[in-house]
């Protein structure tokens, strides 16, 4: 890996006490004679090549050059529509010219984020957690590339496993960039501002290939199904037709089910007050809809209990919701009596970089999540194929993938971030939302009355009106 500059390195997390601690910030009292001996175990893992690295060694920077060949194409400038006209009447020619474009895709969308992972400084990159990115991203690079062009339904199906590889093996990169953006924070040698800006770009880079590999899988799970006519406004099978209320309901019930342990009478719980337009439907990927309805929802929540006492016997005020249809977006917005935030606080809510006292509180909450999966399952065969061991992810927080290529009965890293239990606050749901709103042309606003509550604001743009938007160029 190249690296550009060179500062103090950041020491990986090390298990000690029967918990992950990062040593950058253990006090004196705790380096007694027994855990300096354990520290001393992980210093081999501060230089450039990490003994849990299959991709990091001496023979890594010579392979740069093949990189650099990808880094010289362009992505292709796709968008939702031409997405969803391969889907519009499928056919052989089709089928394989789609899985022919995501082949030639990935490996130079995936090219950009190497390379940017590449040029962090040092002591960044060598982060465990951006670590564990680079290698999974590197995987599926070299796998990628060295696929043959697909000429027949069998390579087809083969190739389509290799997607569902690469989507489940990537299902912990989000929790891995949540984690390493606290420590990064922690250690404050990331301005800020540098940080927002490489977060943002991997979240919507993740965004638009997941999309792309997603919507393929749909078609190629519906290739020999009977063809169905698509309506004028179909814009691909990822999408489905959402009606803002029911929604917001069944993420409401999900949030007051993680919220029992410190508020057990879910009768007493705020109800929501729904006004506006009601009816409003409108196309959009669920798993995307209910993290930025469900990170909303649980900070409201949050701060109406807090305020008004956890153990009253009176219903708490309800969280008060008024939708507004215009032609081309919905605005949802979302208010209630939780106290407010004060406004030298209000400006930091959506950066990824947090104060040193909050991201540890955040990272620790990060560890404590049962079984959480840290490292990829993905390896190399000596013929450069990759294979995964998914039975490895069945008991970890964010894995419970469905081993069928179905997109529809995947449980998502976002559905699982949603259904956490409420004593595991991450403190970066608000920064994460903002990322995916603007991706799809949306927005997240966030107005304060200090001593009385918030509102927070969520335009969500109609796709159909904007399927020629080349969201996916996001790359």
């Given at each position: ?23 950058s910030y253990i006090d ?163 301005p800020q501002k540098d ?96 993290y930025l309805f469900g ?181």
């Amino acid at each position: 890996m190249i690296r550009t500059k060179t500062v103090r390195p950041v020491v990986p997390l090390v298990r000690l006490q029967s918990s992950i601690t990062p040593i950058s910030y253990i006090d004196d009292d705790f380096l007694s004679s027994s855990n300096k001996q354990e520290i001393a175990k992980y210093l081999k893992n501060l230089g450039p090549f990490p003994t849990y690295s299959n991709i990091l060694n001496p023979q890594h920077f010579y392979q740069n050059e093949v990189l650099m060949k990808y880094l010289k194409m362009n992505p292709h400038p796709v968008s939702l529509r031409q997405l969803a006209a391969f889907g519009k009447k499928l056919t052989k020619e089709k089928i394989l010219s789609s899985a022919n474009f995501v082949r030639l895709e990935l490996p130079i969308r995936l090219a950009i984020r190497i390379r940017d992972l590449q040029t962090l400084p040092f002591g960044i990159v060598n982060n465990f957690h951006f670590s564990q990115i680079y290698e999974s991203y590197y995987h599926s690079f070299n796998a990628f590339r060295k696929m043959p062009k697909i000429t027949n339904i069998q390579e087809h199906e083969k190739f389509c496993k290799q997607l569902s590889i690469m989507l489940d093996d990537h299902v912990f990169n989000l929790s891995h960039l949540m984690m390493g953006a606290l420590e990064v924070s922690i250690l404050e040698n990331f301005p800020q501002k540098d940080l927002d800006e490489f977060m943002s770009s991997m979240i919507r880079s993740r965004i638009s290939r997941r999309v792309i590999i997603e919507e393929h899988l749909s078609l190629a799970e519906n290739y020999n199904k009977p063809q169905s006519v698509k309506p004028p406004d179909y814009i691909g099978e990822m999408f489905d037709d959402c009606n803002a209320v029911d929604h917001l309901k069944i993420v409401s019930e999900l949030i007051k089910n993680s919220m029992t342990d410190i508020y057990p009478n879910k009768e007493t719980m705020p109800d929501l007050e729904i006004e506006g337009d009601s009816n409003v439907s409108f196309p959009f990927m669920i798993p995307h809809l209910h993290y930025l309805f469900g990170e909303i929802l649980r900070n409201s929540y949050e701060a109406v209990i807090k305020r008004h006492g956890k153990l009253t016997t009176k219903k708490l005020p309800p969280i008060k919701i008024t939708i507004i249809d215009s032609a081309k977006q919905i605005i949802i917005r979302i208010s209630d009596e939780g106290g407010g935030i004060s406004h030298d606080k209000l400006k930091d809510i959506w950066s990824f970089g947090k104060n040193p006292e909050l991201a540890r509180k955040s990272l620790a909450n990060f560890h404590r999540i049962p079984g959480l999966q840290l490292y990829s399952n993905l390896k190399v065969t000596s013929s450069g194929s990759s294979i995964i061991d998914k039975t490895s992810l069945l008991e970890t927080a964010v894995g419970d993938i469905n081993s069928s290529t179905s997109t529809k009965t995947k449980t998502s890293t976002l559905e699982r971030l949603i259904t956490r239990p409420y004593e595991y606050k991450l403190g970066l749901g608000l920064p994460m939302c903002k990322v995916y709103a603007d991706y799809w042309n949306g927005d997240l606003q966030m107005n304060s009355l200090e001593g009385f509550g918030c509102d927070t604001s969520l335009i969500i743009t109609k796709l159909g009106y904007h399927s020629q938007t080349n969201q996916l160029d996001r790359a």
